[in-house]
């Protein structure tokens, strides 16, 4: 079974900052995917970034990379600019590709981060 | 874009009572999940279904059941509910084999 481990529960960081949210994850898979997703305050969860594990480039989406080790099996999100609507809890998350049937997400606990002024 | 609602953002359910949450994505996705979100435990999968009709167990299935009769609605039962199923309920519903999940705004559902 996997398992996804988010060590930080809760982080801060000033507005315009760059913060990093660690994530990492145990499988003996080779052929996976990894997400973060974000949870703003009363509001839906959504997707921020994703990673191929069979890609070796890091994944990047206009303030939001990704440093992903698979060796390690680490996959860090970094925030770059930080802004206040970027105060959210962020889910880690690992999908084993299934065929057949849907593929299931396995999520972390949660780092919940509040950017301040 | 992908809009996945459920049927109550509030729900408060006496010990006993039979529950039905409700989920309906109006993307054509055949695959629909529920979690349930704990504090300090993050997202724990209940079921899913890949295909009206078809489901399969989560790491939580206890408790639960579900029903597909509809590509687009996913039902999620708590046939006698506890205290000990007082939480937030999430759904979502994703496309294809490894495709990014979209996910509701959450019910809270609280048993007294």
């Known amino acids: 079974a996997q398992t996804v481990t988010q060590s930080q529960p809760e982080m801060s960081v000033q507005e315009a900052e760059t913060v990093t949210l660690s994530c990492t994850y145990d499988t003996s898979e080779n052929n996976y995917y990894l997400f973060w997703y974000k949870q703003p305050p009363s509001r839906q969860m959504i997707l921020v970034i994703r990673q191929e594990a069979y890609k070796q480039q890091n994944a990047t989406e206009n303030r939001f990379s990704v440093n992903f080790q698979k060796a390690a099996k680490s996959f860090s999100l970094k925030i770059s600019d930080s802004q206040l609507g970027d105060t959210a809890m962020y889910f880690c998350a690992f999908m084993k590709r299934r065929t057949g049937t849907a593929s299931k997400l396995t999520f972390g606990t949660g780092t919940r981060l509040q950017v301040t002024l | 874009d992908v809009k996945v609602t459920q049927s109550s953002r509030y729900l408060v359910k006496r010990t006993g009572e039979k529950v039905f949450l409700e989920c309906v994505q109006d993307m054509d996705h055949e695959n629909m999940f529920w979690y349930r979100q704990d504090p300090g435990l993050g997202l724990r999968l209940i079921y899913f279904?890949?295909?009206?009709?078809?489901?399969e167990k989560g790491d939580i299935p206890e408790g639960y059941s579900v029903s597909r009769e509809k590509k687009e609605r996913f039902s999620l039962i708590l046939e006698s509910a506890s205290t000990n199923q007082t939480s937030m309920y999430l759904c979502a519903s994703s496309s294809g084999d490894y495709n990014e999940q979209f996910f509701g705004p959450g019910t809270r559902l609280t048993v007294l």
């Open positions: 279904s890949y295909d009206v009709k078809m489901k």
